[in-house]
């Protein structure tokens, strides 16, 4: 009788030690609470039109943005877009993360991740469940998956709509997949994302933002309703021929950078771009405005 109580004893403590072992490894940072976002050229401002500088992109993506105009966001079915799951770190707003407990045992099972500009929280699922199928639904946030490496967390998501990479036209692609490092160091938060498109980038874009702690910061409710604000045809679709989009013209212009280095390319992600930097001709200066000669 003995024997079989200290078996029972024995197995008790072992499934004990499990559960707890299990929630240790399955939860090695919390990443709790609201936080506040460090300004970054993406975050603060719209970036500029044509600035595509040090992103790998490629000529079809190019197109697409040369022939972009921001009169885009005036289309009813466009004005409430929120921003992906890629860019939604990158937009202006607070960031909150909260854990989904098991009831019994308190490994988190996910966790949820919400921006502001998003609008909608993501589900990081830490269940070990497979993504799903590339012909299953997009969503603006796509599917994400969560496992610890050490003490970061990366988190994989597929299954995204088509979105962007900048506002200023440039587009990624429904193909993408998105892995991100979720990386706390006190109070502060570094997300690392990486995307990887097929259609519109020659290598993987890699980006960093950083945010830090704000106990008591509430994110406000993101409320957007579709007006009809501006005059336009039924049929109107604002886009630019290819050719025809000036504005183009005044990023490189305005900051003295040669016009081939704007556009963009693998090749300008590298520090040896600088060498062939020099050698590029200079932009046309900006058009004077009118009356600046005048006493």
């Known amino acids: ?11 008790s403590f072992a499934v004990l030690a499990l559960a707890f072992a299990t929630q240790t490894v399955g939860a090695q940072v919390d990443l709790s609470g609201t936080y506040s976002q460090t300004p970054s050229q993406d975050n603060t401002t719209d970036p500029f039109i044509g600035d595509y500088t040090g992103l790998p ?12 105009t921001a009169a885009k966001w005036d289309q009813e079915q466009h004005e409430c877009d929120p921003h992906p799951a890629d860019y939604a770190p990158r937009a202006p707003g607070g960031l ?10 308190y490994a988190v099972l996910a966790w ?9 929280a993501r589900t990081i699922y830490m269940d070990d469940r497979p993504q799903p199928s590339a012909y299953s639904a997009q969503t603006w946030n796509g599917f994400s998956t969560g ?4 003490d970061k967390l990366k988190v994989t998501t597929t299954n995204m709509k088509e979105g962007w990479l900048r506002r200023n036209g440039l587009a990624r692609s429904n193909k993408a997949t998105l892995t991100e490092y979720f990386i706390r160091h006190g109070d502060f938060l570094t997300i690392v994302s990486i995307v990887k498109d ?35 045809p039924p049929s109107w679709v604002p886009h630019h021929l290819p050719g025809t989009n000036d504005f183009l013209k005044e990023f490189p212009s305005n900051f003295g950078i040669p016009v ?27 058009p004077a405005k009118s009356g600046a000669n005048k006493p």
């Open 198 to 232: 097929p259609v519109y980038l020659t290598e993987p874009l890699v980006r960093t933002e950083r945010w830090f702690l704000n106990p008591g910061y509430t994110l406000a409710p993101f409320i957007c309703t579709p007006r009809d604000v501006v005059d336009k």
């Open 260 to 286: 081939e280095a704007t556009r963009g390319g693998a090749e300008t992600m590298y520090p040896e771009y600088i060498q062939k930097l020099a050698t590029l001709p200079a932009p046309p200066p900006p």
């Open 57 to 68: 992109v490629n000529d079809a993506v190019r197109l697409r943005a040369d022939s972009w």
């Open 147 to 150: 496992k610890w490496e050490g």
């Open 1 to 11: 009788m003995r024997a079989i109580l200290r078996a029972l004893l024995f197995v």
């Open 96 to 105: 909150r993360i909260w854990p989904e407990l098991d009831p019994l045992t």
């Open 112 to 120: 949820h991740f919400e921006v502001f500009t998003n609008g909608t």
